[in-house]
T-cell receptor
Framework: GQNIDQPTEMTATEGAIVQINCTYQ??????LFWYQQHAGEAPTFLSY????GLEEKGRFSSFLSRSKGYSYLLLKELQMKDSASYLCAVNAGGGNKLTFGTGTQLKVEL | DAGITQSPRHKVTETGTPVTLRCHQTENHRYMYWYRQDPGHGLRLIHY???????DKGEVSDGYSVSRSKTEDFLLTLESATSSQTSVYFC????????????FGPGTRLLVL
């Protein structure tokens, strides 16, 4: 079976840094994705990791440790518009299928 | 972003009626997916397609069927809608390889009374 865990909610202050963790236990692994989803909207792609290490893209970075089944999304210089749900998803098998975590609702406060 | 549209965007229907949702893409992507999103469950895969007339079941396929007669269209049918199928339905597409992200349509809000 596939299992992906993320915290349900997090709160952070504008201008700060926040780290959203994701742990997974899957029967295979072809990569891990992070998506951002604002309320009432579709998920949008943030990052992709398939090898261990850190991928940096502007204010957003994502880290992967395959041996630990662990990833995190790091958001720097938080802005109010970063208030959204962040979804961790693993490509664990054929058919280019993704298994999603339940998402982490991030609230950015002044 | 991939050009993905879903229709209808909102629908209210009654228990026992059939419902068809349409996903249309203009990117010539090979893979297409239908998900439902519910509080506490996240996105769950219903069915997916890896080519014209090639489809397979996902995690929560009971009560749903799909068809893909051409590359650009992927239809999801609720054969006899039930209240448990009240949800937000997202279509997604992907070009080919596993490292390619999926692109999501705007979603359809379905309420089954």
């Amino acid at each position: 079976g596939q299992n992906i865990d993320q915290p349900t909610e997090m709160t952070a202050t504008e201008g700060a840094i926040v780290q959203i963790n994701c742990t997974y236990q899957t029967s295979g692994f072809n990569g891990l994705f992070w998506y951002q989803q604002h309320a009432g909207e579709a998920p949008t792609f943030l990052s992709y990791n398939v090898l261990d290490g850190l991928e940096e893209k502007g204010r957003f970075s994502s880290f992967l440790s395959r041996s630990k089944g662990y990833s995190y999304l790091l958001l720097k210089e938080l802005q109010m518009k970063d208030s959204a749900s962040y979804l961790c998803a693993v490509n664990a098998g054929g058919g280019n299928k993704l298994t999603f975590g339940t998402g982490t609702q991030l609230k950015v406060e002044l | 972003d991939a050009g993905i549209t879903q229709s209808p965007r909102h629908k209210v229907t009654e228990t026992g009626t059939p419902v068809t949702l349409r996903c249309h893409q203009t990117e010539n992507h090979r893979y297409m997916y239908w998900y439902r999103q519910d509080p506490g469950h996240g996105l769950r895969l219903i069915h997916y397609s890896y080519g014209v007339k090639d489809t397979d079941k996902g995690e929560v396929s009971d009560g749903y069927s799909v068809s893909r007669s051409k590359t650009e269209d992927f239809l999801l049918t609720l054969e006899s809608a039930t209240s448990s199928q009240t949800s937000v339905y997202f279509c997604a597409t992907a070009p080919l390889a596993s490292q390619e992200t999926q692109y999501f349509g705007p979603g359809t809000r379905l309420l089954v009374l």
